[in-house]
C-alpha cells in the first residue's frame, strides 16, 4: 500500500532524511519512533507531498505520491494543525466532505464531532479555537473521508486525556477495518499494543523495522522488556 524506495531530503547541504527504504502492506498498522530531529516529520512530509523530496520513489496504493489517484487514498494529521481562520469547525468538516464527496457527511461528521467533543464548539471560527481543538479539528477532517490509508504525526500532542483515549480506541477500531496506518509518536505506549511493526528512525536513517518481538531478539532485550526500553537502547548515543 505504500511504497518508499531510496528516499532523501536534504535541507540546503543537510540530510534530513538519508535514502530510506521501507513498505507498508494493507492494513499494517505501523509505528514510527525516534528521538527529536530523527527525520520522522520530514518523512511523513514527502509521502504527503508537503516537502519535496530530494531523491527516492514513493507509491501508494501503487500510484506515484503526488497523484490524484494516490491522495484519494490517504488523509494526513500533521504535526501542527493548520485551519482556516473564517470556517468554523462544521464548516471545516463540510469542506472535507466536499473536497472528497463524503455522502452523509453531516451524519459522520455529527459522530467525529461527539468524539471529540466538539459539537457545541461546531459553530466556532478555526481562529478562535485553543491548540487542542485545533488538532480534533483536523483529526476529525482526516476521518470524515474514510481513506484507506492514514498518516498521523503526532497525533496526541496538545489532546487532553479522554481525547488521547479515543484516539487510542479509534486506531484499533481503524486497524480492525484493515486500514493501513503509518503513525509517528513520542507516546510510546499508544502505539505498543497496535502496531504490527516498530521504524525507529535516528539521524535520517531506519535504524530499527520489524515487529516487537523480532526487534527485542535482535537487540538482546528481555521478552518483558517494553518497546521504551528498546527505544532508548536503540537509540542511545554511542
Ligand atoms: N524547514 C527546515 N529547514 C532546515 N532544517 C530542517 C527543517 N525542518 C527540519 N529540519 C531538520 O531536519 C532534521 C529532521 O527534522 P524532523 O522535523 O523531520 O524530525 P522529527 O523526527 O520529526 O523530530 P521531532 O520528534 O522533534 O518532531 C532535523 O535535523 C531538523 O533540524
Redesign the pocket.
Given at each position: 500500500m505504500l511504497e518508499v524506495e531510496g528516499l532523501i531530503k536534504k535541507?540546503g547541504n543537510?540530510y534530513?532524511v538519508n535514502g530510506i527504504n521501507f513498505s507498508l502492506e494493507g492494513g499494517e498498522v505501523v509505528g514510527l519512533l525516534?528521538p527529536?530531529?530523527?527525520?520522522?516529520?520530514?518523512?511523513m512530509k514527502c509521502i504527503v507531498g508537503l516537502l519535496r523530496k530530494t531523491a527516492g520513489e514513493i507509491r501508494i496504493g501503487g500510484h506515484d505520491h503526488l497523484s490524484v489517484e494516490a491522495k484519494k487514498l490517504f488523509s494526513y494529521i500533521p504535526?501542527t494543525p493548520h485551519v482556516y481562520d473564517l470556517l468554523t469547525v462544521q464548516e471545516h468538516l463540510q469542506f472535507i466532505a466536499q473536497a472528497y464527496s463524503v455522502s452523509d457527511w453531516k451524519q459522520k461528521a455529527e459522530h467525529w464531532m461527539e468524539m471529540y467533543e466538539l459539537i457545541d464548539k461546531k459553530d466556532k471560527l478555526g481562529r478562535d479555537l485553543s491548540k487542542g481543538m485545533r488538532q480534533k479539528v483536523s483529526i476529525c477532517c482526516a476521518l470524515l473521508p474514510d481513506p484507506k490509508v492514514l498518516f498521523f504525526d503526532?497525533p496526541m500532542i496538545g489532546l487532553d486525556p479522554k481525547a488521547i483515549k479515543n484516539t487510542k480506541r479509534i486506531f484499533r477500531e481503524l486497524k480492525e477495518q484493515g486500514k493501513t496506518i503509518l503513525v509517528?509518536t513520542?507516546l510510546i505506549d499508544s502505539v505498543e499494543s497496535i502496531a504490527d511493526r516498530i521504524m525507529i528512525?535516528k539521524d535520517g536513517n531506519i535504524i530499527g523495522n520489524d515487529t516487537l518481538s523480532n526487534l527485542k531478539a535482535s537487540f538482546n532485550q528481555e521478552n518483558d522488556a517494553s518497546l521504551e526500553d528498546l527505544f532508548l537502547e536503540l537509540t542511545k548515543d554511542e
Open positions: 535541507y543537510q534530513a525516534g527529536n530531529g530523527a527525520g520522522k516529520s520530514t518523512t504535526e503526532e509517528s513520542h528512525m
